[in-house]
Each structure stands twice: as C-alpha cells, then as structure tokens.
C-alpha cells in the first residue's frame, strides 16, 4: 500500500521566516497531494493542494511542489507568523476501486517564534 | 467551520464498554469516512461510506463497526474498549469519495479509555 513519510517532525521558525516541509510518497498512482493543517483542539483544515499535472501551485503566503519522478512533494511557507503554529499533515491520494485511497503523513508540528 | 459536526465532543468509559460516536457530514456531501488519531500513529484510516454503502476499508479493528444511514449521517461504534483505543476520532465527509476531492473534517471526538 501507500506510504507516505513526512519530515521534519518538528520545526520552530522566527516571524517572519520560511518554513519548509517535505513529504516522499511511494505509490506511482498517486494523483492528488492535500495539505491540512490542525490547530489545537481543531480538526485538520485544507490549506492547499496539487494534482499529478501540475509541479507548482501558490496561494499567497504558501506554495506547494511535487517532483512526480523522486515522488516527493513540499510545502512552502513565507514570512510566517504566530498564527500558523500548527500541526501539518500532508497526504497523498489515489483512485482506487472508484473510491479515494488516501494516506497521511505523520505530521509536523510547527512553532512560529515571535 | 467545515460544516461537518460530530458528537460528542468529549467521551469517558471504561475498558470494556461500547460507545458511539456519531457524524453528520456537509450538506450535499455523500461520503462519509472515520479516522483515528493518536499520538505516535497519525491519521489512521478506518472506514468509507458512501450514499449508505461501505465503500472501503483501513486499519478498522473488528471491535469497531460503522455505518451511514439514509439522512447521511454516520455512526461509529466502538465495542470491548481497551486502554489503546484512547485517541481523537475524526469524520471527514466529501461529495463523492473520489480521488481529488477535498475531505473537510469535523472537529473531532475525544475518547478517553480508563
């Protein structure tokens, strides 16, 4: 089956900082690549996410890249701030049997330093 | 606000008792799936339903059951509980559980086992 492995496990940033986490997935089938991110208490939110035929996408302050032949996708984001100490998971997804496989990262607890 | 809501929020029992959590998932959505979480596993898939049918099946023990009623509502029972079922239990609901599709996930049942 899919495994996904997400790295690091931790990360603490200035504000005002990048914060960089990156995911290696090993199914080929793989299509889509949903980001989400879990505040205390919170269940996991969609931030952004990609497709198999797209290699960027951008949303303001967060980006995410997906390097389909290392099977690796990251997640990007710019001049953080204290409201985006979080949990992030990311995942990967497929079709399989007419319905959606999909598999989460470990996460990545992320603490924004002000 | 996802608009996937689940109760309770909080839960208390005691080894070898049944509980059951339960999900209503956004309006319009026909697909209902479960996950565990805890502490060193992550996001654990456990269930699928979609428009009442299992649609697949994750790392779901035998002592858990599911099912999703004619108003598209899921149950979740949980039976002869053990000290490791302890965890956060998430519901997360799509339009129609293929793959590319965002699941938005409520906001969690946290079940204590003692």
């Known amino acids: 089956g899919e495994n996904v492995e997400q790295h690091p496990s931790t990360l603490s940033v200035q504000e005002g900082d990048s914060a960089v986490i990156k995911c290696t997935y090993s199914?080929?089938?793989?299509?889509?690549f949903p980001w989400y991110k879990q505040e205390l208490g919170k269940g996991p939110q969609l931030i952004i996410d990609?497709?198999?035929?797209?290699g960027e996408k951008k949303d303001q302050r967060i980006a995410v890249t997906l390097n389909k032949t290392a099977k690796h996708f990251s997640l990007h984001i710019t001049e953080t701030q204290p409201e985006d100490s979080a949990v992030y998971f990311c995942?990967?997804?497929?079709?399989?049997?007419?319905?959606?496989?999909?598999?989460f990262g470990i996460g990545t607890k992320l603490q924004v330093i002000p | 606000d996802s608009g996937v809501t689940q109760t309770p929020k909080h839960l208390i029992t005691a080894t070898g008792q049944r509980v059951t959590l339960r999900c209503s998932p956004r309006?319009?959505?026909?697909?209902v799936y479960w996950y565990q979480q805890s502490l060193d596993q992550g996001l654990q898939f456990l269930i699928q339903?979609?428009?009442?049918?299992?649609?697949a099946k994750g790392n779901i023990l035998e002592r858990f059951s599911a099912q999703q009623f004619p108003d598209l509502h899921s149950e979740l029972n949980l039976s002869s509980l053990e000290l490791g079922d302890s965890a956060l239990y998430f519901c997360?609901?799509?339009?129609?559980?293929?793959?590319?599709?965002?699941?938005?996930f409520g906001p969690g049942t946290r079940l204590l086992v003692l």
């Open positions: 997360a609901s799509s339009a129609l559980g293929t793959s590319g599709e965002t699941q938005y």
């Open positions: 199914d080929s089938a793989s299509n889509y």
């Open positions: 339903y979609y428009n009442g049918e299992e649609r």
């Open positions: 995942a990967a997804s497929f079709n399989s049997g007419g319905y959606q496989k999909v598999t």
């Open positions: 990609i497709r198999s035929n797209v």
């Open positions: 309006s319009g959505d026909l697909s």
